[in-house]
């Protein structure tokens, strides 16, 4: 009858509602060097910790984000693993993982969507800031080489996307990535990436007593908030950028 009635086009519906609203924080937990947990935390519900998965053997998770406009969980792996620096889908259901493929780099330790643009950045700690520019192709751009090997646990971008955020966890004595004991940490270092310079900074150059960042996130008023490693317990605090001063911290018990 000459009527012509096109399709609904689900990821353009998609782009035009804006960021998806998201009830969980999806966090990933390390049982020894490579077996990795997936698990949630519900802010709404005195933030009770559930499984996702099973503990998934040899899979060494250290990137972990959520795609601002799709909700699409992406996790990156280390370098303890038989597929280093690999991208990865998580289902968010159960936790099981689709491999998107090699990224190019060992070790990809942290991941972080811009909130403006939808771009995945990460660092890998063989070589520094890295650019996916063609999701779900895995392969990624090196943006900033630093002189010397860095260990960047995490970024995070500010609420508008034009700040991207590392923490740089100093050493003394011991390799980046190998956990010495805590009496040679110096601290930890915030870095900044400045979208409208391309220049990356030193923002805080150390977090005296502060031990070793794990996780790195922004909240909608920009202070940071972040989790620290060798704790039995989940302990997170808030970083206000201003003045690199810890405003609170607090522990969420986990069964890990």
């Known amino acids: 009858n000459s009527i012509i009635k096109p399709r609904i086009q689900v990821d353009a519906a998609l ?3 804006g960021p998806q609203v998201n009830n969980v924080l999806y966090g990933v ?8 947990h997936f698990f949630t935390i519900d802010p709404n519900n005195s933030f009770q910790v559930t499984a996702l998965s099973e503990v998934c053997p040899g899979c060494e998770i250290e990137g972990l984000d ?3 406009q799709t909700c699409e969980l992406y996790a990156s792996a280390g370098d303890d693993t038989q597929k280093p620096g690999h991208l990865y889908l998580v289902r968010k259901t159960d936790g099981e993982l689709t491999d998107l493929g090699a990224t190019g780099f060992n070790a990809v330790d942290a991941l972080s969507f811009n909130p403006a643009t939808g771009v995945l950045w990460g660092w890998a ?3 520094g800031l890295l650019r996916f520019d063609s999701l779900p192709d895995p392969s990624a751009t090196l943006v900033f080489a630093p002189e010397e090997e860095w260990e960047v646990e995490d970024l995070t971008w500010n609420a508008t996307g034009t700040i991207l955020y590392g923490a740089k966890n100093l050493h003394g004595s011991h390799k980046p990535d190998s956990h010495g004991p805590l009496d040679a940490e110096l601290g930890v270092e915030l870095l900044a990436y400045h979208t409208t310079s391309g220049q990356l900074t030193s923002v805080c150059q150390s977090l005296v007593g502060s031990l070793e960042i794990e996780a790195l996130e922004t909240l909608p008023d920009n202070t940071l908030v972040f989790g620290y490693h060798a704790h039995n317990g989940l302990v997170v605090g808030a970083l206000d950028v201003g003045n690199c001063r810890i405003t609170a911290q607090a522990e969420i018990p986990t069964p890990y």
Do not use: M, T, V, Y
Not at 29 to 36: A, P, Q, R, T, V
């Open 66 to 68: 959520l795609h601002p």
């Open 15 to 17: 782009a035009a509602l």
């Open 29 to 36: 937990h390390d049982e020894g060097l490579n077996e990795s």
């Open 125 to 127: 700690q063989d070589a």
